[in-house]
C-alpha cells in the first residue's frame, strides 16, 4: 500500500485551546479522510494524516503557519493553483492575521473537505504508476 502523507499544522495554545477557524478545517479534515480513505483503497493508496501543533511562540513569529496542510510533501494551495491570504481571526490568536486559502476569487477561513479532497486527489494521482506496457 503507499501511503499519501498529509500533515496539518494549527496553533494550540499554553492552556490546549485553537481557535474557532483551525476546529472548523480539523472537522472537515477528519470527514474528508474518511472519504479519502474509501476512494483510494481500491488504488492501494493510504492518506496517512499527521497533525503538529504549534506553540504560541511559533505563531507570533509566523501566523500564515497555523491552518497550514501539505499533502505529499507540498502545500494544498499548490496542488490547487491557489493562493494565500489572510484575515483577522479570535481570541486565541490575538491580534493576528490568520492564514486563509483564495481560490477562484473565494477565500476560505475554514478550508472546506471538498477543497481538501480535490486536493489530495490531484495530489494522489501522481502516485498512481502506470504501466509501461500496452493492454491486451
Excluded: H
Aim: net charge negative; aromatic share 6%; charged share 25%.
Amino acid at each position: 500500500m503507499k501511503q499519501l502523507p498529509i500533515l496539518w499544522q494549527r496553533l494550540v495554545s499554553d492552556e490546549g485551546k485553537t481557535c474557532d477557524r483551525c476546529n472548523a478545517t480539523y472537522l472537515e479534515m477528519q470527514r474528508a479522510i474518511d472519504t479519502l480513505r474509501q476512494s483510494l483503497l481500491p488504488l492501494g493508496i493510504e492518506p496517512i494524516l499527521d497533525i503538529k501543533q504549534l506553540d504560541e511562540k511559533s505563531f507570533k513569529a509566523e501566523p500564515s503557519e497555523s491552518n497550514r496542510i501539505w499533502i505529499a510533501g507540498r502545500p494544498m494551495e499548490e496542488w490547487l493553483g491557489a493562493s494565500v491570504g489572510s484575515s483577522p481571526c479570535c481570541s486565541v490568536c490575538g491580534t493576528s492575521e490568520c492564514r486563509t486559502v483564495e481560490l477562484d476569487g473565494i477565500a476560505f477561513e475554514t478550508i472546506p473537505a471538498t477543497l481538501f479532497l480535490k486536493a489530495a486527489l490531484v495530489a494522489a494521482s501522481q502516485l498512481i504508476q502506470v504501466s509501461s506496457e500496452a493492454p491486451g
